[in-house]
């Protein structure tokens, strides 16, 4: 059964995905953080720079389990690519502002 997710999360998946910087960066908050490796990027211009160090790298990411409320989604998911250390499970909390991202925890 596929799980069902807020759109946000929906297009910031497909966006990461795609290595599409821009539709990436439509999905967050003008004042969005991301924390993602022991590292914080705070505001759309240090998201995309964090997203563009990446870009090199094919993956898919298959949605495991979610925990889903108005405002937060909880996901663990599966991300098999040609990245070093492919297959990773990775746990993503999203907290969702007006229909955008407003911060992502990726450990």
């Known amino acids: 059964m596929p799980i069902k997710l807020p759109a946000p999360v929906t297009l910031y998946l497909a966006a990461d995905e795609q290595n599409d ?7 967050f908050t003008k004042n969005a953080r991301v924390q993602d490796d022991h590292r914080e990027y705070e505001g759309l211009e240090a998201i995309k720079s ?7 790298y094919r993956f898919v990411t298959e949605p495991l389990r979610a925990a889903v409320t108005e405002k937060n989604v909880r996901l663990h998911a599966r991300r098999t690519g040609d990245f070093p250390g492919s297959p990773a499970e990775l746990d993503y909390t999203f907290v969702l502002t007006d229909g955008k991202i407003a911060s992502l925890d990726i450990r």
């Not at 910087?21 to 999905?27: E, G, Q």
């Not at 964090?50 to 090199?56: E, H, I, L, V």
Request: charged fraction near 35%.
């Open 21 to 27: 910087l821009d539709k990436l960066s439509r999905c």
């Open 50 to 56: 964090w997203k563009a160090r990446t870009t090199q």
